[in-house]
Antibody, heavy 116, light 108 residues
Framework: QVQLVESGGGVVQPGRSLRLSCAAS????????MHWVRQAPGKGLEWVAV????????DYADSVKGRFTISRDNSKNTLSLQMNSLRTADTAVYYC?????????WGQGTTVTVSS | IVMTQSPATLSVSPGERATLSCRAS??????LAWYQQKPGQAPRLLIY???TRATGIPVRFSGSGSGTEFTLTISSLQSEDFAVYYC???????????FGQGTKLEIK
């Protein structure tokens, strides 16, 4: 069935790096734009980044621009988020999601905790 | 673009109608989606294109509006509908998929 599965979350100190992955299955991954969306504890949803179906265009929320990099490997049906210079404010559940006109498939999320 | 949802919390009895609002700080045309999120779960797409129900979404969910004013209506609330609802715009360029702050729909 259609599925997105995130991995790579964990506890990391401020200023360090972490790389998240999202494995896609059950649909034509290379045909869809993909996003990362995060949700801080007890807060609402915050869009983080988008990448076009072919990786040709990427965009980021101002809060992560210059620190996070979104990428994809269509040969492996995998989406990634490289997170550098992490801050305590980056603590959240990170979801990957597909779709450019509404995000219609979501993963279950992976938790990132930035703490000293 | 800033998305503002109202009210923050809405208390409605089962079987009644719920009306949730979303306002954009500038026009997003019809490029608006609605999501439902229950505790401990990922969001679920309900509506895209302001008024088109996503696959498998019951007909009691309907969306309307364009430009800066949007509404999500749930015609007869079921117990499983009590959740947090978010609107999201996808009109801006460069693309910024801004979410509203959410409306919590609770049982009255």
């Amino acid at each position: 069935q259609v599925q997105l599965v995130e991995s790579g979350g964990g506890v990391v100190q401020p200023g360090r790096s972490l790389r998240l992955s999202c494995a896609a299955s059950g649909f034509s991954f290379s045909s869809y734009g993909m996003h990362w969306v995060r949700q801080a504890p007890g807060k609402g949803l915050e869009w983080v980044a988008v990448i076009w179906y072919d990786g040709g265009n990427k965009d980021y929320a101002d809060s992560v621009k210059g620190r996070f990099t979104i990428s994809r490997d269509n040969s492996k049906n995998t989406l990634s988020l490289q997170m550098n210079s992490l801050r305590t404010a980056d603590t959240a559940v990170y979801y990957c999601a597909s779709g450019m006109s509404g995000m219609d498939v979501w993963g279950q999320g992976t938790t990132v905790t930035v703490s000293s | 673009i800033v998305m503002t949802q109202s009210p923050a919390t809405l208390s409605v009895s089962p079987g009644e109608r719920a009306t949730l609002s979303c306002r954009a700080s500038q026009s997003v045309s019809g490029n608006l989606a609605w999501y439902q999120q229950k505790p401990g779960q990922a969001p679920r797409l309900l509506i895209y294109g302001a008024s088109t129900r996503a696959t498998g979404i019951p007909v009691r969910f309907s969306g309307s509006g364009s430009g800066t004013e949007f509404t999500l209506t749930i015609s007869s609330l079921q117990s499983e509908d009590f959740a947090v609802y978010y609107c999201q715009q996808y009109n801006s360029w460069p693309p910024m998929y801004t979410f509203g702050q959410g409306t919590k729909l609770e049982i009255k």
